[in-house]
């Protein structure tokens, strides 16, 4: 059974850093490409970035580029989101993913609140 648990979220005030991480059990972590999403309140799911199987390639979305870090630790299973200078508008429920075959695989998800 696939699972995937988020954790360190928290509260943090603007200007500040956090690393959230995913650890991955049933399935082969190394073999897939994995994203990282968020959803803020009133606002659709969107897509963070993503990482490839091997971790050498990474894709981010404009809005976190050169503040946010995804990174894999293949042997530990492990998906972590490295973010710095946080925003007011990075607060959101941050989600790990992966889609295999058209079947998407969230976590439970993890808050992060920025605040002033």
């Known amino acids: 059974q696939v699972r995937l648990v988020e954790s360190g979220g928290g509260l943090v005030q603007t200007g500040g850093s956090l690393r959230l991480s995913c650890t991955a059990s049933g399935f082969t972590f190394e073999h897939y490409l994995m994203n990282w999403y968020r959803q803020a309140p009133g606002k659709e799911r969107e897509l963070v970035g993503s990482?490839?199987?091997?971790?050498?390639?990474?894709y981010y979305q404009n809005s976190v580029k050169d503040r946010f870090t995804i990174s894999r630790d293949n042997p530990k299973k492990t998906l972590y989101l490295q973010m710095n200078s946080l925003k007011l508008e990075d607060t959101a429920v941050y989600y790990c993913?992966?889609?295999?075959?058209?079947?998407?695989?969230w976590g439970q998800g993890t808050q992060v609140t920025v605040s002033s």
């Open positions: 993913h992966r889609r295999v075959n058209n079947v998407d695989y």
């Open positions: 990482i490839s199987s091997d971790g050498r390639n990474t």
